[in-house]
């Protein structure tokens, strides 16, 4: 089992849509969770970050983070063509602050 | 930005051949890492730094080595290039915000090994 699993995609949601990306866990000690966007040929960038359990808000991005299920979503509200990227998941808690990413998940927002 | 950049973006070399990529930052972080990502395995840690001439390994050590003689730089080797070494090279840094840490990436170097 992968530490940090994502479905791979695409996911395929009309503009205007509100976009949910899945990810699960397999370390019952993080205590620490990230998304990043990386759009093709770049390098990733920092959406959220959430560690304590509940949902996190930021814009048009939530975070929800439930520690006892493994599980961290990511909901993008009013999505745009703009939004159409890869989202990797991370979980960090190890030392020297390293994190463990998923393998992503494509996101395609359709006009 | 973080401050970070990594050169060189783009290399090609042989088989066999040794190559370094270097990163760069001007913002004194201490934590330094660098990660190559493939279609199918995401960003994977290859090695990491704590410090001056403190470094680590990460999952995918095998066949890269790493310095740093100074806080801005950090260097990885691939001593002698291969074909499965060919994948797109991310350097980050390590940020305290909030109250913990947090990754930024630099821009990437892209490898073909021939």
């Known amino acids: 089992q992968k530490e940090v699993e994502q479905n791979s995609g695409p996911l395929s949601v009309p503009e205007g849509a509100i976009a949910s990306l899945n990810c699960t866990y397999s370390?019952?000690?993080?205590?620490?969770f990230f998304w990043y966007r990386q759009y093709s040929g770049k390098s990733p960038e920092l959406i959220m970050s959430i560690y304590s359990n509940g949902d996190k808000e930021d814009g048009r991005f939530t975070a929800q983070l439930n520690k006892a299920s493994q599980y961290v979503s990511l909901l993008i509200r009013d999505s745009q063509p703009s939004d159409s990227a890869t989202y990797l998941c991370a979980r960090g808690g190890g030392t020297a602050s390293k994190l463990t990413f998923g393998t992503g998940t494509r996101l395609q927002v359709t006009l | 930005d973080a401050g970070i950049t990594q050169s060189p973006r783009h290399k090609v070399t042989e088989t066999g051949t040794p190559v370094t990529l270097r990163c760069h930052q001007t913002?004194?972080?201490?934590?330094m890492y660098w990660y190559r990502q493939d279609p199918g395995h995401g960003l994977r840690l290859i090695h990491y730094?704590?410090?001056?001439?403190?470094?680590d390994k990460g999952e995918v050590s095998d066949g890269y080595s790493v310095s740093r003689s100074k806080t801005e730089d950090f260097l990885l080797t691939l001593e002698s290039a291969t074909s499965s070494q060919t994948s797109v090279y991310f350097c980050?840094?390590?940020?305290?915000?909030?109250?913990?840490?947090?990754?930024?990436f630099g821009p990437g170097t892209r490898l073909l090994v021939l």
């Open positions: 980050a840094i390590s940020e305290r915000g909030s109250g913990q840490e947090t990754q930024y």
């Open positions: 913002e004194n972080h201490r934590y």
């Open positions: 370390d019952r000690v993080s205590q620490s």
């Open positions: 730094s704590y410090g001056v001439k403190d470094t």
